[in-house]
């Protein structure tokens, strides 16, 4: 059973950083192209960032050049380090398959960015 467990969310002050975790179970980790989506409330969920098998990256425009997706392929982990945050970036951060996610998702990590 595919699952993903994530964390490092938390409060942060505008132009603060944090580094977002998430660890797969369950699939083939080095073969899949892993996704960072977040959604906030009454909003759809969103694909912000994701990372090929290659270890190539690909954003959304509104967190281009602020954060940066990595993996670790040993651990069957993803990071997404996110830097001079903003209120706009404040979500739920999922990590999943992409584009394409699988069904189950797991709980998600809360990140509030507020002075």
């Known amino acids: 059973q595919v699952q993903f467990v994530e964390s490092g969310g938390a409060l942060v002050q505008p132009g603060g950083s944090l580094r977002l975790t998430c660890v797969a179970y369950?699939?083939?980790?080095?073969?899949?192209?892993i996704g960072w989506y977040r959604q906030s409330p009454g909003q759809q969920r969103e694909l912000v960032a994701r990372?090929?098998?290659?270890?190539?990256?690909a954003y959304v425009d509104s967190v281009k050049g602020r954060f940066t997706i990595s993996r670790d392929n040993s651990q069957d982990e993803v990071f997404l380090q996110m830097n001079n945050l903003t209120p706009e970036d404040t979500a739920t951060y999922f990590c999943?398959?992409?584009?394409?996610?699988?069904?189950?998702w797991g709980q998600g990590t809360q990140v509030t960015v507020s002075s």
């Open positions: 999943n398959t992409a584009p394409a996610p699988e069904k189950s």
């Open positions: 990372i090929f098998p290659t270890h190539s990256a």
């Open positions: 369950g699939l083939v980790f080095r073969d899949r192209t």
